[in-house]
């Protein structure tokens, strides 16, 4: 008995709007990374070795979340809005709904990075390792540690929100190596250093001149020199090293501001965990016993 369903209102009858199957459209998407790599190594002279690494990653179906409860969207500099974002002047489903937040698959980013390296191998007492990588990396919704908040420039025009990725760092280069020094030292050193990372101007709209999401940097750009020295004894014929250690961070005690234009919150989940400056010098002293 074609919609019928027996056992329900007695001998039969209609079946209940609520029992009947929904005729659903799925609309969100599961997310996609698409990713790419290209690497080449080869050997220059004996014990050094050149290297390239290409990559190149799309991710799709990423998930957003927005605020589907508005309409008549009035734009920052023209009217009340808060520099940053659009606001709204209605709530098509309230008053009897105010937020009505919808997860959803809109998200897009990308990211292209190129590694340059020189690489030494363990010989004559010392090996080292060197490499320079240009990326950038872009998306419509950086929203890694703040997932439940709607970050959208312009609700009804989402590619107003495409630009560099809050994680994007242009320029990052990396030294390291490992050394035997007379006397039985033992010395490790790394330097580190990176371009600052992006901010919205704020306002990010002056006289219809619309400068974009992430479009310049802050002051946070990151230098580093860190370095170890280990002397190893051995003791009861080798079976027990004792090996004092001395070790210093940021040798130049540079500032390494982490995000100097916010302060930090008791709660913060907007993509950083620390704000302000960054560490200063530290050395340490320690023994390590191998038994």
């Known amino acids: 008995m074609a919609g019928r369903t027996p056992g329900l209102g007695g001998t039969g009858g209609p079946v209940p709007a609520l029992l009947r199957r929904p005729r659903l459209r799925p609309r969100h998407k599961n997310p996609r990374i698409y990713s790419y790599n290209l690497a080449y190594e080869q050997q220059l002279i004996p014990d050094w070795a050149g290297y390239v690494d290409f990559i190149w990653t799309e991710g799709t179906n990423l998930t957003r979340f927005l605020n589907y409860n508005r309409s008549g969207p009035v734009c920052c500099d023209q009217g009340p809005g808060t520099g940053n974002t659009y606001t709204y002047t209605g709530t098509p489903w309230g008053p009897q709904l105010g937020e009505v937040m919808v997860a959803n698959s809109r998200g897009e980013s990308r990211y292209r990075g190129l590694t340059l390296g020189l690489r030494k191998r363990f010989s004559g007492g010392y090996q080292l390792e060197g490499n320079y990588v240009l990326s950038k990396d872009e998306d419509d919704d950086s929203n890694e540690r703040d997932p439940f908040t709607d970050r959208s420039f312009n609700f009804f025009d989402p590619a107003k929100d495409w630009g560099p990725s809050d994680r994007d760092i242009r320029h990052k280069f990396n030294l390291f190596g490992y050394f035997t020094v007379p ?81 930090p919150a008791l709660f913060d989940f907007s993509g950083f965990l620390r704000a302000g400056v960054g560490d200063p010098r530290q050395a340490q002293l320690a023994v390590k016993i191998v038994f």
Do not use: C, Y
Request: proline fraction near 6%.
């Open 183 to 263: 006397g039985g030292l033992q010395a490790n050193a790394r330097l580190q250093g990176r371009s600052a990372q992006p901010i919205t101007a704020s306002p990010r709209i002056v006289a219809n001149d619309d400068r974009g999401r992430n479009g310049e940097r802050k002051d946070n750009k990151f230098f580093s020199f860190d370095w170890r020295l280990a002397r190893p004894f051995k003791l009861h014929g080798g079976r027990v090293q004792v090996i004092p250690i001395l070790e210093m961070f940021n040798t130049f005690n540079n500032k390494n501001n982490i995000n100097p234009l916010s302060t």
